[in-house]
Protein backbone atom coordinates (compact mmCIF):
# COMPACT_ATOMS: atom_id res chain seq x y z
CA UNK A 1 0.00 0.00 0.00
CA UNK A 2 1.31 3.62 -0.94
CA UNK A 3 2.92 5.14 2.07
CA UNK A 4 1.96 8.85 4.01
CA UNK A 5 4.28 11.49 2.93
CA UNK A 6 6.23 13.12 5.30
CA UNK A 7 5.88 16.80 5.42
CA UNK A 8 8.06 19.59 7.04
CA UNK A 9 6.25 22.66 7.01
CA UNK A 10 8.59 25.94 7.25
CA UNK A 11 6.32 29.10 8.13
CA UNK A 12 6.56 31.64 10.28
CA UNK A 13 2.73 33.16 10.74
CA UNK A 14 1.58 30.87 13.56
CA UNK A 15 -2.49 31.29 12.00
CA UNK A 16 -1.35 29.71 8.49
CA UNK A 17 1.06 27.64 9.93
CA UNK A 18 -1.53 26.13 12.56
CA UNK A 19 -4.28 25.41 9.56
CA UNK A 20 -1.59 24.29 7.47
CA UNK A 21 -0.63 21.80 9.69
CA UNK A 22 -3.87 20.67 10.58
CA UNK A 23 -4.82 19.98 7.01
CA UNK A 24 -1.83 18.12 6.46
CA UNK A 25 -2.31 15.76 9.79
CA UNK A 26 -6.00 15.07 8.86
CA UNK A 27 -5.39 14.17 5.05
CA UNK A 28 -4.53 10.55 4.83
CA UNK A 29 -1.82 10.99 2.14
CA UNK A 30 0.16 13.44 4.30
CA UNK A 31 1.81 13.62 7.81
CA UNK A 32 3.46 16.82 9.58
CA UNK A 33 7.08 15.68 10.16
CA UNK A 34 8.00 18.75 11.96
CA UNK A 35 7.31 22.47 11.75
CA UNK A 36 9.86 25.24 12.13
CA UNK A 37 11.18 28.46 10.61
CA UNK A 38 15.23 27.74 11.85
CA UNK A 39 17.43 27.13 9.22
CA UNK A 40 19.86 24.70 12.10
CA UNK A 41 16.50 22.64 12.78
CA UNK A 42 16.39 22.69 8.63
CA UNK A 43 19.48 21.20 7.98
CA UNK A 44 19.07 19.09 10.78
CA UNK A 45 15.58 17.41 10.07
CA UNK A 46 16.64 17.08 6.33
CA UNK A 47 19.78 14.89 7.23
CA UNK A 48 17.42 12.57 9.73
CA UNK A 49 18.82 8.99 9.07
CA UNK A 50 15.48 7.99 10.60
CA UNK A 51 12.65 10.16 9.41
CA UNK A 52 12.73 11.02 6.07
CA UNK A 53 11.28 13.98 4.61
CA UNK A 54 9.22 13.76 1.31
CA UNK A 55 8.15 17.35 0.82
CA UNK A 56 8.93 21.10 2.18
CA UNK A 57 6.50 23.73 2.29
CA UNK A 58 8.37 26.70 2.27
CA UNK A 59 6.90 30.23 2.71
CA UNK A 60 8.82 32.68 1.07
CA UNK A 61 7.16 35.94 3.12
CA UNK A 62 9.16 35.40 6.13
CA UNK A 63 10.44 39.21 6.93
CA UNK A 64 14.23 39.77 6.78
CA UNK A 65 16.59 38.12 4.47
CA UNK A 66 15.11 37.90 0.99
CA UNK A 67 17.44 35.17 0.10
CA UNK A 68 16.81 32.98 2.60
CA UNK A 69 14.12 31.20 1.24
CA UNK A 70 15.75 30.14 -1.63
CA UNK A 71 18.86 28.93 0.70
CA UNK A 72 16.30 26.97 2.39
CA UNK A 73 15.61 25.28 -0.90
CA UNK A 74 19.47 24.49 -1.84
CA UNK A 75 19.92 23.10 1.87
CA UNK A 76 16.62 20.80 1.24
CA UNK A 77 18.20 20.15 -2.55
CA UNK A 78 21.66 19.00 -0.86
CA UNK A 79 20.37 16.83 1.82
CA UNK A 80 19.89 13.72 2.73
CA UNK A 81 15.82 13.34 2.34
CA UNK A 82 16.02 15.70 -0.93
CA UNK A 83 12.50 16.28 -0.65
CA UNK A 84 10.24 18.13 -3.08
CA UNK A 85 10.01 21.74 -2.10
CA UNK A 86 6.73 23.44 -2.60
CA UNK A 87 7.10 27.53 -2.20
CA UNK A 88 4.56 29.12 -0.52
CA UNK A 89 2.74 32.53 -0.25
CA UNK A 90 0.24 35.20 0.09
CA UNK A 91 0.90 37.00 -3.35
CA UNK A 92 2.71 35.90 -6.52
CA UNK A 93 6.25 37.18 -6.76
CA UNK A 94 8.34 36.97 -10.60
CA UNK A 95 11.87 36.04 -9.08
CA UNK A 96 10.73 33.62 -6.66
CA UNK A 97 8.35 32.17 -9.98
CA UNK A 98 11.24 32.03 -12.27
CA UNK A 99 13.69 30.81 -9.84
CA UNK A 100 11.26 27.87 -8.53
CA UNK A 101 11.15 26.80 -12.09
CA UNK A 102 15.02 27.24 -13.17
CA UNK A 103 16.09 25.25 -9.80
CA UNK A 104 13.91 21.96 -10.70
CA UNK A 105 11.23 22.79 -7.34
CA UNK A 106 7.65 21.33 -6.91
CA UNK A 107 5.82 23.83 -7.58
CA UNK A 108 4.48 27.43 -6.25
CA UNK A 109 1.50 28.06 -4.01
CA UNK A 110 -0.85 30.74 -2.94
CA UNK A 111 -2.29 30.33 0.17
CA UNK A 112 -5.55 32.32 -0.45
CA UNK A 113 -6.25 29.78 -4.03
CA UNK A 114 -4.98 26.80 -2.23
CA UNK A 115 -7.17 26.99 0.49
CA UNK A 116 -7.48 23.57 2.56
CA UNK A 117 -6.33 21.51 -0.57
CA UNK A 118 -2.57 21.84 0.64
CA UNK A 119 -2.31 17.91 0.74
CA UNK A 120 -2.93 17.36 -2.91
CA UNK A 121 -0.63 20.09 -4.05
CA UNK A 122 1.87 17.72 -1.94
CA UNK A 123 0.44 14.30 -3.42
CA UNK A 124 0.78 15.36 -6.65
CA UNK A 125 4.58 17.19 -7.01
CA UNK A 126 5.71 14.10 -4.46
CA UNK A 127 3.86 10.93 -6.05
CA UNK A 128 3.49 12.03 -10.14
CA UNK A 129 6.73 14.52 -10.45
CA UNK A 130 4.78 17.52 -11.66
CA UNK A 131 5.27 21.08 -10.95
CA UNK A 132 1.84 22.47 -9.33
CA UNK A 133 1.07 25.97 -9.50
CA UNK A 134 -2.08 27.93 -8.36
CA UNK A 135 -4.06 30.25 -11.37
CA UNK A 136 -2.82 33.73 -10.33
CA UNK A 137 0.78 32.01 -10.41
CA UNK A 138 0.03 30.78 -13.78
CA UNK A 139 -1.27 34.21 -14.89
CA UNK A 140 2.03 35.76 -13.88
CA UNK A 141 4.02 33.00 -15.85
CA UNK A 142 1.81 34.25 -18.85
CA UNK A 143 2.42 38.07 -18.18
CA UNK A 144 6.18 37.89 -17.52
CA UNK A 145 6.67 35.16 -20.12
CA UNK A 146 8.03 32.34 -17.80
CA UNK A 147 8.32 29.20 -19.43
CA UNK A 148 6.86 26.42 -17.28
CA UNK A 149 7.99 23.20 -16.94
CA UNK A 150 6.46 20.68 -19.36
CA UNK A 151 4.47 18.89 -16.09
CA UNK A 152 2.81 21.67 -14.81
CA UNK A 153 -0.93 21.70 -13.18
CA UNK A 154 -3.42 24.52 -12.09
CA UNK A 155 -4.70 23.27 -9.05
CA UNK A 156 -7.31 25.54 -7.98
CA UNK A 157 -8.35 25.06 -3.97
CA UNK A 158 -11.65 27.86 -4.31
CA UNK A 159 -14.15 25.45 -5.97
CA UNK A 160 -17.38 25.91 -5.19
CA UNK A 161 -18.40 23.68 -2.29
CA UNK A 162 -21.50 21.29 -3.53
CA UNK A 163 -24.16 23.90 -3.58
CA UNK A 164 -24.43 24.39 0.27
CA UNK A 165 -25.70 27.35 1.87
CA UNK A 166 -23.73 29.75 3.95
CA UNK A 167 -24.83 27.98 7.03
CA UNK A 168 -23.63 24.65 5.82
CA UNK A 169 -20.73 26.37 4.63
CA UNK A 170 -19.90 27.39 7.94
CA UNK A 171 -20.70 24.58 9.29
CA UNK A 172 -18.61 22.11 7.06
CA UNK A 173 -15.98 24.52 7.66
CA UNK A 174 -16.04 23.87 11.29
CA UNK A 175 -17.57 20.84 12.24
CA UNK A 176 -15.57 18.92 9.65
CA UNK A 177 -12.71 20.49 7.77
CA UNK A 178 -11.48 21.81 11.63
CA UNK A 179 -13.45 18.99 13.63
CA UNK A 180 -14.80 21.35 16.38
CA UNK A 181 -17.50 19.68 18.83
CA UNK A 182 -20.99 20.12 17.93
CA UNK A 183 -21.69 20.97 21.52
CA UNK A 184 -19.01 23.65 21.22
CA UNK A 185 -21.01 24.77 17.65
CA UNK A 186 -23.85 25.27 19.00
CA UNK A 187 -22.53 27.67 21.74
CA UNK A 188 -20.64 29.60 19.02
CA UNK A 189 -23.02 29.56 16.73
CA UNK A 190 -26.57 30.31 18.89
CA UNK A 191 -27.90 27.29 17.93
CA UNK A 192 -29.32 24.39 19.36
CA UNK A 193 -26.44 21.34 19.22
CA UNK A 194 -29.39 19.23 17.12
CA UNK A 195 -29.50 21.75 14.76
CA UNK A 196 -25.64 21.50 13.95
CA UNK A 197 -25.98 17.69 13.81
CA UNK A 198 -28.51 18.39 10.92
CA UNK A 199 -27.08 21.09 8.92
CA UNK A 200 -24.38 18.23 8.82
CA UNK A 201 -26.46 15.88 7.68
CA UNK A 202 -27.09 17.86 5.05
CA UNK A 203 -23.50 18.59 3.96
CA UNK A 204 -23.06 14.74 4.19
CA UNK A 205 -26.11 14.23 1.42
CA UNK A 206 -25.07 16.96 -0.54
CA UNK A 207 -21.69 15.16 -0.52
CA UNK A 208 -23.60 11.98 -1.89
CA UNK A 209 -21.67 10.37 1.09
CA UNK A 210 -25.51 7.86 1.01
CA UNK A 211 -25.08 7.03 -2.40
CA UNK A 212 -21.13 6.06 -1.85
CA UNK A 213 -22.19 3.76 0.69
CA UNK A 214 -25.04 2.68 -1.43
CA UNK A 215 -22.44 2.14 -4.20
CA UNK A 216 -24.02 4.55 -6.13
CA UNK A 217 -21.11 6.17 -6.88
CA UNK A 218 -17.55 5.46 -7.58
CA UNK A 219 -14.70 7.11 -5.90
CA UNK A 220 -12.75 6.82 -8.72
CA UNK A 221 -14.91 9.54 -9.75
CA UNK A 222 -13.56 11.70 -7.17
CA UNK A 223 -10.04 10.49 -6.35
CA UNK A 224 -6.57 9.19 -8.44
CA UNK A 225 -4.97 8.39 -5.72
CA UNK A 226 -4.22 5.12 -4.87
CA UNK A 227 -3.94 5.75 -0.68
CA UNK A 228 -7.23 7.75 -0.76
CA UNK A 229 -8.97 5.46 -2.86
CA UNK A 230 -8.00 2.04 -0.77
CA UNK A 231 -8.56 4.26 2.91
CA UNK A 232 -11.93 5.43 1.21
CA UNK A 233 -13.18 1.85 -0.03
CA UNK A 234 -11.91 0.34 3.44
CA UNK A 235 -14.28 2.44 5.30
CA UNK A 236 -17.54 2.13 2.54
CA UNK A 237 -16.57 -2.10 3.40
CA UNK A 238 -16.54 -1.77 6.72
CA UNK A 239 -19.78 0.61 6.70
CA UNK A 240 -22.05 -1.49 4.64
CA UNK A 241 -20.92 -5.11 6.30
CA UNK A 242 -22.75 -3.47 9.41
CA UNK A 243 -24.56 -0.42 9.01
CA UNK A 244 -25.99 -0.03 12.12
CA UNK A 245 -22.37 0.26 13.49
CA UNK A 246 -22.24 3.52 11.28
CA UNK A 247 -19.02 5.59 12.91
CA UNK A 248 -19.20 9.36 13.15
CA UNK A 249 -15.56 9.77 13.05
CA UNK A 250 -15.59 7.34 9.84
CA UNK A 251 -18.69 10.02 8.38
CA UNK A 252 -16.23 13.13 8.71
CA UNK A 253 -13.05 11.75 7.42
CA UNK A 254 -14.82 10.69 4.00
CA UNK A 255 -16.91 14.25 4.23
CA UNK A 256 -12.98 16.06 4.66
CA UNK A 257 -11.62 14.63 1.84
CA UNK A 258 -14.93 14.91 -0.49
CA UNK A 259 -14.87 18.84 0.85
CA UNK A 260 -11.00 19.26 -0.05
CA UNK A 261 -11.03 17.70 -3.62
CA UNK A 262 -9.57 20.99 -5.67
CA UNK A 263 -10.13 21.81 -9.14
CA UNK A 264 -6.69 20.64 -10.97
CA UNK A 265 -5.84 20.56 -14.77
CA UNK A 266 -2.85 20.41 -16.70
CA UNK A 267 -0.87 23.44 -18.63
CA UNK A 268 -0.99 22.39 -22.46
Given at each position: ?185 SDEL ?20 DQFL ?55
Amino acid sequence: MPKDLNVLLIEDDPYARDLMSMLLARDWRTRVAAETDSEEDVRRLLNDPIQKVDAVLLDTEVPGDSDWPFRIAQVARDSGSKPDVLFTATKGNADTLDRAVTDGHGGYLLKPEIRYSMASAVAIASKNGQFVITPSIYRLALQQRIRLPERTVILDGRKSTHDLTPREKEIARLAILFNHPHRELSDELLIRADQVAKHVSNVYSKLGLDQFLAGEIDPEAFFDDPLILHRFRTILERVAANPARRKTADMATLAFHLLTVPDVREVV
